[in-house]
T-cell receptor, first 115, second 110 residues
Framework: EAQVTQNPRYLITVTGKKLTVTCSQN?????MSWYRQDPGLGLRQIYY???????DKGDVPEGYKVSRKEKRNFPLILESPSPNQTSLYFC??????????????FGPGTRLTVT | RKEVEQDPGPFNVPEGATVAFNCTYS??????FFWYRQDCRKEPKLLMS???SGNEDGRFTAQLNRASQYISLLIRDSKLSDSATYLC???????????FGPGTRLSVLP
């Protein structure tokens, strides 16, 4: 089954404790992206990757890191989480091939609470 | 000014009603446009892409007006299962950065 998986689905942590949220896709997609969703603000892009070893900042990259060592994986790293990073996080992937009307496939989301 | 704006909602409509959602975007270089649907606490899923000529998929019709930088979604004969938040999404001219609107929540009532 074609899918994007994220782990963990729920996480409660404390300020300053480094954490990683994993994202993996099995569709051989070149493009992967991370978003956060907050009430009233919608989804905002954190980082994206056009392909292996190619990453770029989205609209809200501060406090986050990513890496793309393999095509299928795109982990999101919070080196020193703070309460303002409490949010619902989504990973997404899509192909870079074909027309511009690409469908993004989203993971199920990770709900992060930083106390 | 937000890059993508949508009707604030929520929209509460009876079954069978026709409902229209509006979206405006600020980047005139935007190339691709989409409507996504998001159920409560779930991930967004593509509802339909929006083409310059307009497109229809069953009860759903999407329109794009590039001159006015405006996108619309029309749902006819609404069903209870249409209850969700509808997200307007715009892709920049390089196809890399997707910008989501804040969404409009729809509740279809029996």
């Amino acid at each position: 089954e074609a899918q994007v998986t994220q782990n963990p689905r729920y996480l409660i942590t404390v300020t300053g404790k480094k954490l990683t949220v994993t994202c993996s896709q099995n569709m051989n997609h070149e493009y992967m992206s991370w978003y956060r969703q907050d009430p009233g603000l919608g989804l905002r892009q954190i980082y994206y990757s056009m392909n292996v070893e190619v990453t770029d900042k989205g609209d809200v990259p501060e406090g986050y890191k990513v890496s793309r060592k393999e095509k299928r994986n795109f982990p999101l790293i919070l080196e020193s989480p703070s309460p303002n990073q409490t949010s619902l996080y989504f990973c997404a992937s899509r192909t870079n091939r074909g027309t511009l009307s690409y469908e993004q496939y989203f993971g199920p989301g990770t709900r992060l609470t930083v106390t | 000014r937000k890059e993508v704006e949508q009707d604030p909602g929520p929209f509460n409509v009876p079954e069978g009603a026709t409902v229209a959602f509006n979206c405006t975007y600020s980047n005139s270089a935007s190339q691709s446009f989409f409507w996504y649907r998001q159920d409560c606490r779930k991930e967004p899923k593509l509802l339909m892409s929006v083409y310059s000529s307009g497109n229809e998929d069953g009860r759903f019709t999407a329109q794009l007006n590039r001159a006015s930088q405006y996108i619309s979604l029309l749902i006819r004969d609404s069903k209870l299962s249409d209850s969700a938040t509808y997200l307007c999404v715009v892709n920049d001219d390089y196809g890399q950065n997707f910008v989501f609107g804040p969404g409009t929540r729809l509740s279809v009532l029996p």
